[in-house]
Structures are given as C-alpha cells and as structure tokens.
C-alpha cells in the first residue's frame, strides 16, 4: 500500500479499500474507485486491473476524467518531496514521466504524450531500470 491506496494485492483487498465494483474486460477484471485522493491531491478516479484469471494485481491506476493537466499536481508534490523524476521517450516529445526515491516501496508513471486519458500508475518498486532517459 502507498497513502492508503493498493499497489499490490488480491481483489478482496482491493475491494476491502473500496474497489467495487468489479467487472471483466477483454483481458483482465478491472475493480475501480471514484473520488480517491493521492497525496492529498484530487480526487481521480482509480482501478487496479487483476490479470491471470482472478489471481492478484501489481499496479494502481489513477486518473482524471475531466481534466487531462490534473495529475501534474501529483507531480509537483513529488518533486517537492525529493522524488527524481526520469522522462523516457524524445526530450521534445516524452512517452512516461518516472518518479523514483532512494528506499521507496513503489515508483510513479505518469503518461507524457497520450491520446486518450492521462493515467498516473503506483507500481512496485522492484529496482528495474528507468529506460532511456532525458
């Protein structure tokens, strides 16, 4: 968990924190959460997707239907915190922004250049590189 918030888990800890309700996808049961907060910030709209059948998921979803700039608060709050922050993609044309902090249990990737919503994503940290970055 991170701010109170699934990062990792079963449906049934998701659904415990409010994730309900559920529903099949084509790949995927997505369980999602409206009015969640992120550090304060929001409220987003929110999914944690559980993939293979119904076993677990590794990832939340965070996002802002009315307003694609909104997740950029995040972002600032992050930079306030000594979060670094690693742009993948171009430098005219960036694909993710990645926040990563020295001890932190999860990083932050937010989508630069979309072409539908804007998603911010929680994941584990698991020491993984950052990509090419800017």
């Known amino acids: 968990m991170f701010d109170g ?3 990792t888990g079963v ?4 659904e415990t924190l409010g994730f309900t309700p559920c529903f099949d996808t084509s790949d995927s049961l997505r369980c999602r959460k409206d009015a969640v907060m992120v ?3 929001g409220p987003f709209r929110a999914a944690v997707d ?4 119904r076993s677990g998921f590794d990832q939340l ?4 239907d009315g307003n694609q700039d909104a997740l950029f608060a995040v972002s600032k709050r992050l930079e306030q915190l000594g979060w670094q922050v690693c742009r993948t993609g171009q430098e005219d044309r960036g694909d993710q922004a990645i926040w990563t902090r020295a001890g932190a249990q999860i990083r ?5 250049s979309y072409w539908g919503k804007r998603r911010l994503r929680l994941l584990p940290e698991l020491g993984q590189p950052t990509g090419r970055c800017w």
């Open 11 to 14: 449906p049934a800890f998701a």
């Open 108 to 112: 932050f990737s937010m989508d630069l």
């Open 61 to 64: 979803t965070v996002w802002n």
């Open 39 to 41: 550090m304060g910030i």
């Open 5 to 7: 918030l699934p990062v």
């Open 50 to 53: 559980v993939r293979d059948g």
